[in-house]
């Protein structure tokens, strides 16, 4: 089959299938066309302030990195997103008598057929309107636009071929999970860097990066368009012939990976029955260190949920990424203090929510083992162990950079006696929340947590709980702004001693209050955390 007719029908493929799978939810239609309408909102304002960048000293600088980033969000989102553009997976293809060569020409046209390539587009022909002054860089623009772009589709596909295997394997679905927790330290890291340039000077600041970005593919086709209009043709040359030459490249990998596809088994299924499986040793063995008898073994499973499956392991990162990382993000800013380090303490508190709804129906087993009260304690005390066996370093951990960032080691002691308060409230309060308040985890959706019609025992659950907790802490925070109002600051160490008992106490006390109510309501949270 030539190219031409192969990409054709793979186009009409492409376009069939998302009409069709439009008509079979209206709420499917609703997101795209929402999507659909703010996207194009978006790449309409960014190209009209690309074109307001016209004859600006720093329309380059802006355009260039502009162009670096979208490159870098086309090689990255097929790493988080992967079953994003179903119709595009190779592996679905391997079983067809096509040829990679006419194969790749196919799926890279059809890859220009969606709502990402319309916003690239947009931005790209922003950045030529913005730097395009003359007949010779309208006409590079021309060129440059399109390699561009090209260059930023072809980079997808390939980093998504060479990878295909891996992203639909589970590996690959952990990776997905995380994709929200990448969003958030972005917006965290874009925030502070906004904050850091306005601080250095503006965009000007960034002309050193640009300089060194012009020259990486795909930005190195836009550069050309500047030195163009700057008369330094011979470089233009150079930067699209490097753009050329990249897009020649991903091509060739993505050629080669497909060929790897069409003709080589999976690896993951051959040789499985003779290798010792590794899935059931927790790393590094920490349950060694663990107590004896049923408390133990809860805490053991509950760190092995926590490695092995994904929405769990996916929660807990975020936990101690963002928990560390809000606290430093104000501190940089100048608007830190020690007593923020505490935010992580609540950040990894709120994994003892919704205990039991984590297990999801699996909880039925778990259930045949709690017969009475005391089996009900012991269950609640080795699921908070396990938690405190991660947590409670971890506080220590960030108040410790904190207060070193913001050079305030008299504040260390009062904010760390604060944060183990808060440790123990939380730990107790997410006890009595899962036995009052379970819900259930859909596990076919990796961005949904609550399903449909408990969105309300989610809320009350999580909110009820750090109200109540903030409520627990009241006295230590009180002593501790006492304490400074009236210059005691003498005596601000105490609060470590008195958190570092008053936190377990609470926490001990709340366990002993959701002990009854988990065995006594057993069947109401088994058939809550099984809905769905």
């Not at 329309?59 to 502009?66: G, H, K, R, S």
């Not at 304490?483 to 601000?492: E, F, N, P, S, Y």
Request: aromatic share 6%; net charge positive.
């Amino acid at each position: 089959m030539s190219t031409g007719r192969l990409t054709g029908i793979f186009l009409r493929l492409k376009l069939s299938l998302l009409r069709n799978g439009l008509r079979q939810s209206a709420t499917r239609t609703t997101v795209f066309v929402i999507s659909l309408v703010l996207t194009l909102l978006v790449a309409a304002l960014q190209l009209l302030g690309l074109v307001l960048l016209r004859g600006s000293d720093q329309a380059a600088t802006v355009a260039v990195l502009l162009a670096g980033v979208l490159a870098l969000g086309w090689a990255v989102m097929p790493l988080f997103f992967p079953g994003g553009d179903e119709t595009l997976d190779p592996t679905r293809l391997v079983m067809l008598p096509l040829r990679p060569r006419p194969l790749v020409s196919a799926l890279l046209t059809a890859s220009l057929a969606g709502i990402g390539p319309l916003f690239a587009l947009c931005l790209l022909t922003g950045s030529a309107l913005a730097l395009a002054h003359g007949t010779a860089a309208v006409l590079v623009s021309l060129i440059a636009v399109p390699l561009a772009l090209l260059v930023c589709v072809a980079l997808a596909r390939a980093v998504a071929a060479g990878n295909i295997r891996l992203l639909t394997s589970r590996k690959g679905r952990d990776l997905a999970l995380l994709s929200g927790l990448v969003v958030a330290i972005g917006f965290q890291l874009v925030n502070f860097g906004a904050q850091r340039l306005g601080q250095a000077g503006g965009v000007s600041a960034l002309e050193p990066a640009a300089e060194v970005v012009r020259w990486l593919p795909p930005a190195a086709a836009i550069g050309a368009i500047d030195s163009v209009s700057e008369g330094a043709h011979a470089v233009a040359l150079a930067q699209l012939a490097l753009s050329a030459g990249a897009l020649y490249a991903l091509l060739w990998s993505w050629r080669r990976s497909l060929t790897t596809l069409m003709t080589t088994p999976d690896g993951s299924t051959l040789g499985a029955a003779g290798k010792p499986s590794a899935r059931g040793r927790f790393p590094g063995g920490p349950h060694r260190l663990l107590p004896e008898g049923r408390t133990g073994t809860v805490a053991r499973r509950t760190l092995l949920y926590v490695w092995r499956d994904p929405k769990t392991r996916a929660a807990w990162v975020s936990g101690l990424v963002i928990g560390l990382l809000v606290p430093l993000f104000n501190a940089f800013q100048g608007m830190g203090s020690v007593y923020f380090a505490s935010f992580a303490a609540g950040m990894m508190g709120i994994q003892m929510y919704n205990q039991f709804g984590q297990d999801t129906s699996a909880f039925w087993m778990v259930a045949q083992t709690i017969s009475s009260t005391g089996d009900a304690l012991a269950e609640l005390r080795g699921r908070a162990l396990a938690l405190l066996a991660i947590t409670l370093p971890y506080t220590v951990l960030v108040n410790v950079v904190v207060a070193a960032v913001v050079d305030d080691w008299r504040g260390l002691a009062p904010a760390l006696g604060i944060s183990l308060a808060l440790l123990g409230a939380m730990l107790g309060t997410g006890a009595v929340a899962s036995a009052r308040f379970a819900y259930s985890i859909p596990q076919d959706s990796a961005y949904k947590n609550v399903v449909p019609g408990q969105a309300g025992l989610a809320w009350m659950s999580i909110l009820g709980g750090m109200v109540i907790a903030a409520v627990l802490c009241a006295p230590l925070i009180a002593a501790a702004v006492w304490m400074h109002l009236t210059d005691a600051h003498a005596g601000l160490w105490l609060l470590l001693p008195a958190g570092a008992v008053y936190g377990p106490l609470i926490g001990w006390a709340a366990l002993r209050i959701a002990a009854p109510q988990t065995a006594n309501r057993l069947p109401e949270i088994l058939a809550a955390v099984s809905k769905g």
